[in-house]
T-cell receptor, first 119, second 114 residues
Framework: AQTVTQSQPEMSVQEAETVTLSCTYD???????LFWYKQPPSRQMILVIR??????QNATENRFSVNFQKAAKSFSLKISDSQLGDTAMYFC????????????????FGSGTQLTVLP | SQTIHQWPATLVQPVGSPLSLECTVE??????LYWYRQAAGRGLQLLFY??????ISSEVPQNLSASRPQDRQFILSSKKLLLSDSGFYLC?????????????FGDGTRLSIL
């Protein structure tokens, strides 16, 4: 079974600074996908960024980037130029690659990191 | 574009009462559908998922059930709610394909059991 661990329950960062949220996972699979989701106080779950395990290049989406270390099974999220609107709970999630259609894709979530951006 | 609707947004129910939460997806066909529960300050727990009409898989045994009467409709139900059923319930969908399509979530339902 896959597990996802987020060891930082809470973090804070000053506005405009950079912060890195850590995530490690455990799997015996070779092909899989990793995601970071953001859940602001409104509780809506929003996809931030995704990474395919077979791609060595780290994914980037504007101010959000990841450091994907497949051998170490690490998938950290870096937020540059932090903004007040980045305050949210951030969840790391893992899903294995399906080999046939018709199978549901089951996400395994970490326990989350509450990020607070300070003015 | 695809959208997912989930209602109600907030629900307060007494212990022992029935429950029905509804989720519908628009703009896509034959999606995978999911129900998650999120306890306060915790991560998401997958409750049910469905790959097609009438096909429901349960991940956690409990007094909740799910049904998929139509392709883009997913319903979470209970005949008798327990205090432990309180939480934030999220519906999600994903495309049925071999690509790395992520799950997209509804706005959630906050359920309080009194």
């Amino acid at each position: 079974a896959q597990t996802v661990t987020q060891s930082q329950p809470e973090m804070s960062v000053q506005e405009a600074e950079t912060v890195t949220l850590s995530c490690t996972y455990d799997t015996s699979e070779n092909n899989y996908y990793l995601f970071w989701y953001k859940q602001p106080p409104s509780r809506q779950m929003i996809l931030v960024i995704r990474q395919e395990a077979y791609k060595q290049q780290n994914a980037t989406e504007n101010r959000f980037s990841v450091n994907f270390q497949k051998a170490a099974k690490s998938f950290s999220l870096k937020i540059s130029d932090s903004q007040l609107g980045d305050t949210a709970m951030y969840f790391c999630a893992f899903i294995s690659s399906p080999f046939s259609s018709g199978s549901a894709r089951q996400l395994t979530f970490g326990s989350g990191t509450q990020l607070t951006v300070l003015p | 574009s695809q959208t997912i609707h989930q209602w109600p947004a907030t629900l307060v129910q007494p212990v022992g009462s029935p429950l029905s939460l509804e989720c519908t997806v628009e703009g896509t066909s034959n999606p995978n559908l999911y129900w998650y529960r999120q306890a306060a300050g915790r991560g998401l727990q997958l409750l049910f998922y469905s790959v097609g009409i009438g096909q429901i898989s349960s991940e956690v045994p409990q007094n909740l059930s799910a049904s998929r009467p139509q392709d883009r409709q997913f319903i979470l139900s209970s005949k008798k709610l327990l205090l432990s059923d309180s939480g934030f319930y999220l519906c999600a969908w994903s495309a049925q394909s071999l690509s790395n399509q992520p799950q997209h979530f509804g706005d959630g339902t906050r359920l309080s059991i009194l």
